[in-house]
């Protein structure tokens, strides 16, 4: 009953309806669902599993944006924090990492920023920033092969993975603080169906081009990335009690008591 309130507390938070179609991920629940019309009217147009960031590092954080491009065999722009965190160490333990990873040092933004050396004074670069590393596209890309951006502060975003076997799993917190889909060809074809041409051969095709394509949404689509450890069961009806993995509930619990003025729950 608790979890219930929390997660009505939580809807109140929400952004109010816009005229736009809807995705939304529950990140405690690994779960994606989309809507073609606001307010969300019985079942969703498409729905698929969503893996998000770890609990005890890198949480997937709760916000509302608009998702503006779908990027068909994206580049993988390694963050700063993964450089100095895990490939440098990697990279001095073993030399080949770079290329057996598929990375390479670019100077510049952009896809189109050109390639550099790895030399020591680039390699230096990195940890300072003054250097990229990005991983090129392909199957074994982090990003999969098709990426879908929502421009925000917290540089997070949706996208495929190479990993498929983490979706078996019933815990799904292993991101770095993106939400990968398991789904990312469905998922592509439900948001460029509003578009003329794109069917799922197209969108399969573009996946699999010599070169990496952009495509501008002629309409932006909502996303929101919300927290409730309650949700329904889509062919049931029934309630489904999701593990409180962020502590997100135990905190809204203990501000609502110090609010209302009630002894802290132990």
Known sequence: LRQLELGMERL???PHEADTRLILVNIPVFRLLAWDTVPPSGLPGFTTG?????ALSTQTPVFAASLTEVVFRPYWNVPTSIVRGE????????????AREQL?????????APVVEATPANLAGLRTG?????????????LGLIKFSFPNEHDVYLHGTPVQALFARSRRDFSHGCVRV??????????LGAQDGWTRERVVAAMHASVSSRVTLRAPVSVMLLYSTVSVRLDSGELVFAEDIYQHDARLERALRQRSGLAPVS
């Open 12 to 14: 109140r938070w929400l």
């Open 130 to 142: 003054a250097v990229r590393l990005r991983q090129r596209p392909g199957p074994g890309n982090a």
């Open 182 to 191: 398991e789904d990312p060809v469905g998922l592509a074809v439900w948001v």
């Open 104 to 112: 390479e040092l670019v100077a510049g933004q952009g896809d189109a």
């Open 50 to 54: 969503t893996i998000v960031g770890r």
């Open 87 to 98: 490939v440098l160490p990697k990279l001095a333990r073993d030399p080949t990492y770079l």
